[in-house]
């Protein structure tokens, strides 16, 4: 049997693909991270499905969930918040999977930072203005980041700045961004977007932070910096859409 990987999305039960749902109604095991997940999208899962959360479990005690299952005869939903190619530990499960010589594939789900900007009203993405997006973490109490990967670097091309992971040293983020983007550049904070709890903070570089540790977030919030946050701007006309681009003629 398989193991099926599925992207949650943000975490709302009608944000799921139509693939996933099925996969979920087929599965007679489902893992789920219960930390992040609304509980209603476990409602797509069929009557009898055993329902494992895994937000206090380690990798080994999953893997020997998924592989108890398999060995069962079960196909198993895997459960991962917004999309599975972010963040997922995708990489060692499968992994282990393979050591047991498990089936296993991969459902995508809508990304939670795309669920953010959605709830923003933001396109990361301006003509003229940004046209690229970085996804990336900190380092808190988790692992290391590689060398390479420093936030002043990615801050110093001017891109669209998406944080996971972060919410908890956004003062110290913001500070540091700042010297690169400016004081007052747009930043903004989506905490569960999509889910029952939604909420959504807008402000600059200078005083997010304060907003952030006033709401008392402390996990599950997305951080997104650039000139694109801001709430109107004014930009060039996309090339693609410029009526004086050549198109060919209609047949």
């Given at each position: 049997m398989t193991v099926h990987f599925i992207g949650a999305g943000p975490g709302a039960a009608?944000?799921?693909?139509?693939?996933?749902?099925?996969l979920l109604r087929e599965s007679p095991?489902?893992?789920?991270?219960?930390t992040y997940l609304d509980p209603e999208v476990l409602a797509h899962c069929a009557p009898g499905t055993e329902l494992i959360d895994t937000q206090r479990l380690d990798l080994d005690q999953i893997t020997d969930h998924l592989v108890r299952a398999h060995r069962a005869g079960h196909d198993v939903a895997r459960l991962c918040s917004g999309d599975p190619s972010?963040?997922?530990?995708?990489?060692?499960?499968?992994?282990?999977?393979?050591?047991?010589?498990?089936?296993w594939d991969i459902?995508?789900?809508?990304?939670?930072?795309?669920?953010?900007?959605?709830?923003?009203?933001?396109?990361?993405?301006?003509?003229e203005l940004v046209q690229s997006v970085v996804l990336t973490r900190t380092r808190a109490r988790?692992?290391?980041?590689?060398?390479?990967?420093?936030?002043?670097?990615?801050?110093?091309?001017?891109a669209t700045l998406v944080l996971h992971l972060a919410i908890t040293r956004i003062r110290v983020l913001a500070a540091e961004l700042a010297a690169e983007?400016?004081?007052?550049?747009?930043?903004?904070?989506v905490y569960r977007a999509s889910q029952p709890e939604q909420l959504v903070l807008r402000g600059t570089l200078?005083?997010?932070a304060d907003q952030v540790e006033a709401a008392g977030l402390?996990?599950?919030?997305?951080?997104?910096?650039?000139?694109?946050?801001?709430?109107?701007?004014?930009?060039?006309?996309?090339?693609?859409?410029?009526?004086?681009?050549?198109?060919?003629?209609i047949s």
């Open positions: 009608d944000l799921l693909t139509v693939r996933a749902v099925n095991v489902c893992l789920y991270a219960g972010l963040y997922s530990a995708l990489t060692e499960q499968t992994r282990r999977l393979d050591a047991h010589d498990v089936p459902t995508p789900g809508v990304p939670a930072y795309a669920a953010a900007a959605a709830t923003l009203g933001t396109e990361l993405t301006v003509p988790s692992t290391a980041m590689p060398d390479s990967e420093a936030l002043a670097g990615f801050a110093a091309t001017g983007y400016g004081p007052d550049c747009p930043a903004a904070v200078t005083d997010i402390r996990q599950a919030a997305v951080i997104l910096v650039g000139r694109a946050m801001a709430p109107r701007i004014e930009c060039a006309q996309s090339h693609l859409y410029d009526p004086a681009r050549a198109r060919p003629p």
